[in-house]
């Protein structure tokens, strides 16, 4: 759950935004961005489908493998709930690039490496994947995720 | 090919911009967007990596699954070659959404439709994948693919 935290120091920032108080926005920004990461890959590693739609916006949007896009908290909720129902996660998440697009918007390139077991037979499986998170900022300050697509890096059966 | 175009003008632009230049600024990324995803499209059908490739960045991430990220020009030209020596597409995409983030950024949602079929045994299978996107606008005014993730939207097998 720490890794995000340590790669935070080599994660390049492509902003446009260039002056002094710029910077440190970003930089607030990165802060708060990796915390809701850090708190995704909790909320995932525990199964916790109710706080893992907290990080995200009330009409983000969950794009996982094989299923269409899921809009919106209660969509989120069932996507999340079921996954959870089918395998329980072990990810460890790494950040790869956050770039802080403008005051209110961001991007996310992470990839996350584990395990997953199966609730129908107990089975470990191993879990690699590559996600691109759109991150937008709400009027309390709050940065959450607002689209997020991934899939899996393993090369396919 | 005409889908984007046809789609477009039932897009929301959910960006921050909204004075009257910022609106107009907004439409014309939008229309040059759309423009590249016709492009993207034409391309992929025509299994041209070299023309796909050119709608990106120099430093465009390319995220398909079952592969690890594909970082750059030569890197991109070698994965959509290595694809379209195996699998040549019939692809319809539709726009579901562009969010213009700043000046420089934006984002943009689709999916897509239609048909793969295998170089190795001349099977066509059907294609149905989303696909989510980070555009960057360049020093010349030009939009490009800056990051792109994917994933099929059909059962898995």
Known sequence: MTKFTKTLAAVAVLGGLTSGAAVAQNA??????????DRYEAALNSSNAAAVVELYTADGVFMPPNVPAQIGTDALLAAYGG??????????????EIIVASEDW???RTHSDGTGTLAANG???PQANQELFVFERNDSGEWKI?????????AAN
């Open 146 to 154: 607002a689209r997020y697509a991934f899939n899996s890096t393993l």
């Open 28 to 37: 607030d920004a990165e802060t708060q961005i990796v915390a809701v990461l």
């Open 83 to 96: 996954f959870f129902q089918m395998i329980s996660f072990n990810l460890d998440f790494t950040v790869v």
């Open 123 to 125: 089975v470990t499986i």
């Open 106 to 108: 961001a991007f996310v």
